[in-house]
Every structure is written in structure tokens, then in C-alpha cells.
């Protein structure tokens, strides 16, 4: 017996069938993952340097300046991501 999740996934199947990706678009895939993990991971440490600098002086505007750039920056790059991992699956 199927579970209701089981189920919901044929149909889901069904409804719209599901992109097969060749194994070089698989290896391009995970390059692009691995390349943006290195870049947030990148600029995580850079910022997180200047950070503690605010925070031993005690500057909070700095502080949270530095917290929304670094949380900019991981959302640009998470959309730069998407961008490219979405062009390598449209690709034939």
C-alpha cells in the first residue's frame, strides 16, 4: 500500500513530468554549488573580521551595516546561483 505521499508524488509525475539531467549537467551543477558556497563562504569571513572590529568599539550602526551588506551579498549570490543552475538545466 502507497503512501499518501507516494501518491501525491505520481501525480505531481503525472501533471508535469520532471527534467532529466545529464551527468554533465549534474557535474556543472554541483561546480556552480560548490563555487557559491566558496564565495558566501568568502565573503562570510571577510565581513565577519570587520564585525568583531565594530563590535570591540562598540559601533552598532557599523555593525548592522555590515550585517544587512553580508546579508546582501548571500542573497545576490544565492540568486546568481539559481540564475545559472536554471541556464545549465534549459540546455539540451
Known amino acids: 500500500m502507497k503512501s499518501a505521499y507516494e501518491l501525491a508524488m505520481e501525480r505531481l509525475e503525472a501533471k508535469s513530468p520532471g527534467i532529466r ?12 554549488e560548490a563555487r557559491c558556497k566558496a564565495d558566501i ?22 555593525l548592522a551595516q555590515l ?8 542573497q545576490r549570490l544565492g540568486e546568481k546561483r539559481d540564475r545559472e543552475k536554471e541556464s545549465v538545466r534549459t540546455q539540451s
Do not use: N, P
Open 67 to 74: 550585517q544587512r551588506q553580508l546579508s546582501d551579498e548571500i
Open 21 to 32: 539531467l545529464t551527468d554533465e549537467q549534474k557535474e556543472r551543477i554541483a561546480a556552480i
Open 41 to 62: 563562504a568568502a565573503k562570510e569571513l571577510l565581513l565577519q573580521d570587520e564585525m568583531a572590529k565594530a563590535r570591540a568599539t562598540g559601533d552598532a550602526s557599523e
